[in-house]
């Protein structure tokens, strides 16, 4: 066994999978963190936002060129993805790591860089019990070059949760003003 080299395989980091992203389209930016389509355990669907045909009011259209299994009710505010999931629950959309729970019909298919649809585990696994419809996830072309520009991103509502809290639990002591003329 001489000349045999055994070499330890890394797992990439978030940061490795950030600067793998423009070269390589199997990646796809979530609320959770990039996802690497080859190696999930679980099955998504992706699309180059080139490959979108350019019809219809918004993306939606030509997302469902694409994966013609979707179903979008006549009002354009729900989405629902039948063969994966019970019909009762409409897929929720993740764009650029904002989750929106009605479609996000302001998008044009030239802003799309990227997108994918998790389905069954991987959405539940992903998004809990508000994936159980299944999501969708976009990525747009502007966030891709502010990511290139290295702007750190990060979704945190920690903050936002704590001064909730804060003022939810703070005992405020009533005491009404005396008028001037009283004092």
Sequence with gaps: LTGVVVKKNKHKTQKDLLADYPTNKRLIKTNWGIL??????YSMM??????LIRAGTDFLASLQAQY???IINST???VWLPSYSSTDNPAIFDVDGFIYVTPPT???VEDIDRVAILTRNAAFIRYGTSGVGGVIVVNTKEQSRIDERGVKRTYNNSALRDSIKTELNEAKVFAPKVPEYMA
């Design 36 to 41: 690497n389509g080859d190696h999930s355990s």
């Design 46 to 51: 992706m699309f180059d936002g080139n490959n």
């Design 68 to 70: 013609p299994r979707m």
């Design 76 to 78: 354009r505010d729900s």
């Design 106 to 108: 302001f998008l044009s």
